[in-house]
T-cell receptor, first 114, second 113 residues
Framework: GAGVSQSPRYKVAKRGQDVALRCDPI?????LFWYQQALGQGPEFLTY????????KSGLPSDRFFAERPEGSVSTLKIQRTQQEDSAVYLC????????????FGPGTRLTVL | AQSVTQLDSQVPVFEEAPVELRCNYSSSVSVYLFWYVQYPNQGLQLLLK??????LVKGINGFEAEFNKSQTSFHLRKPSVHISDTAEYFC???????????FGQGTRLTINP
């Protein structure tokens, strides 16, 4: 069956460029999460959606980071004016609301900022 | 605030030997505990989870973990490892009322023939 998909898988950006990362969750999954995984580290929470509502964005590191999920399905994480410290793997996960504690992860987007 | 400590950043073992990957957590409320595995260039895959009930949890690929509330630990074990178990393993915690997972820094398991 189809899992969580993310695109692009790899993105190279010059410092100062804007980037947009896409996540397609498992069909029917209500909850959607974004995590940032720096090299050699565990994933760190960025933000969480339930349907189209962004219920928690406490992990977004700065106002350059913005996420949306306008129709409650596909989500986009946007990073404006990228900096070298933004280089990381960005992971998306989704879950069913009633089995909410099992999150299914996508393969991630590896962002490299030069 | 919750936190997770994985006590070993790297664990080398020989094939068919037993292995234990250690995980300790801190939380002021009841927790849910998870182990995820990450193969190179892939996303995270759930190995097992503890939500409630029996403290010994069995997962996929022959792994199991035991929740110890008094020691705030959730160590992962496998009696006999295979080359295919080479990967990064992450312990994570969440709690009722919070959706997000808090991860440890990971343990790299290397299996030597």
């Amino acid at each position: 069956g189809a899992g969580v998909s993310q695109s692009p898988r790899y993105k190279v950006a010059k410092r100062g460029q804007d980037v947009a990362l896409r996540c397609d969750p498992i069909s029917g999954h209500v909850s959607l999460f974004w995590y940032q995984q720096a090299l050699g580290q565990g994933p760190e929470f960025l933000t969480y959606f339930q349907n189209e509502a962004q219920l928690d964005k406490s992990g977004l590191p700065s106002d350059r980071f913005f996420a949306e999920r306008p129709e409650g399905s596909v989500s986009t994480l946007k990073i404006q004016r990228t900096q070298q410290e933004d280089s990381a793997v960005y992971l998306c996960a989704s879950s069913l609301a009633w089995v909410r504690h099992e999150q299914f992860f996508g393969p991630g987007t590896r962002l490299t900022v030069l | 605030a919750q936190s997770v400590t994985q006590l070993d950043s790297q664990v080398p073992v020989f094939e068919e030997a037993p292995v234990e990957l250690r995980c300790n957590y801190s939380s002021s409320v009841s927790v849910y505990l998870f182990w995820y595995v990450q193969y190179p260039n892939q996303g995270l895959q759930l190995l097992l989870k503890y939500l409630s009930g029996s403290t010994l949890v069995k997962g996929i690929n022959g792994f199991e973990a035991e929740f110890n509330k008094s020691q705030t630990s959730f160590h992962l074990r496998k009696p006999s490892v295979h080359i295919s178990d080479t990967a990064e393993y992450f312990c994570a915690v969440s709690h009722q009322g919070a959706q997000k997972l808090v991860f440890g820094q990971g343990t790299r398991l290397t299996i030597n023939p």
